[in-house]
């Protein structure tokens, strides 16, 4: 099969790329020309530069392809509120959904956040969204273009459907992104944790969801793809074992927390600079965002990796290229 994936330079899409590469596929990825990332170095791949807010770029990548895994986006969550963040987010989406119906692809898949929606449902359902209080526009976007492929399914005939994974974690993390947590806390900077926790996935799990959707789809499904729900406090005790560095010994009330993201915010809003906390974000480290992936499990034949497997990987990558 011949997959194109957008984002491709991301922790995902360098695991990825790798797995349908030993699975015989032949892969084309789509990067934003200020790419930087070196993950992508060495490997057979066709690689095709442009801009997903540009419909025009897309067409050289996606002609004679037979799918398509959409994973680029716009991921950050400072400010809290932002157009551009929005604009990728959703407009681009748009443009690769009428770039897929165009040019006729077999598949679709989108990659989403499990933050988009609260638990699993059928096509033709509106998912309940719990992430609007938080007042992220990096959520709330992902949400609105998960709406945009599931209506598109329905309305357009778009034959495509959504994985959305939970926090992951793995090598190839070059931004580095959601490993930041582990290369902070190895380097000693992260010895409080808040009341609230997360579903924790290895990235090479939700690899083998994609993968496995592309040689099976199951057009206009919504998977959440996760494994571990997990409280901060658990999970900074597993970094702690694989890390080798002493546990964290004190929880933070949620109200000290909140207090700290609301000043964060202000000093940013005002100095033009990245709070190391936004209020958004420390309600969210409040809240247990605890999800089942069950449904994903059983359809799409994941492995459930241990979790501590996930940091292991990640954390040994970071050592061997000198993140930490």
Known sequence: M?????????????????????RGHQVRVFLHPSSCSKTLDGLKIQKYYGDILVPDSLTEAMKRVDAVVHAAANTSIWPSRSEFVRKVNIQGTQNVIDAVLKFKLRTMIYIGSASSVNGPKELGTHYAYAGEKYGLDYLDSKYQA??????????????????????????YDSLPGSGKMIREFARGKLRFFTGGGKNFVHVQDVSIAIANSL??????????????????????????????APEPYMQLPGWLVK??????????????????????IACISCDLQFVSSDEAKKDLKIPHTPVEQAIRDCYTWFRANGYC
């Open 215 to 244: 040689e099976q789809p199951h057009y206009g499904k919504c998977y959440v793809v996760g494994n571990e729900n997990l409280s901060y406090k658990a999970f900074f005790k597993k970094m702690a074992k694989v890390v080798g």
């Open 259 to 280: 207090t700290i993201g609301l000043l964060g915010e202000a000093a940013g809003k005002v100095l033009h600079i990245k709070p190391m906390i936004s209020y958004p």
């Open 146 to 171: 998960l709406q945009l492929v599931l209506d598109s399914v329905k309305t357009r005939n778009l034959p495509a459907l959504a994985i959305l994974p939970t926090y992951m974690i793995g090598p």
């Open 2 to 22: 011949r997959v194109l994936i957008t984002g491709a330079d991301g922790l995902l899409g360098s695991n990825l790329v790798r797995l349908l590469l030993s």
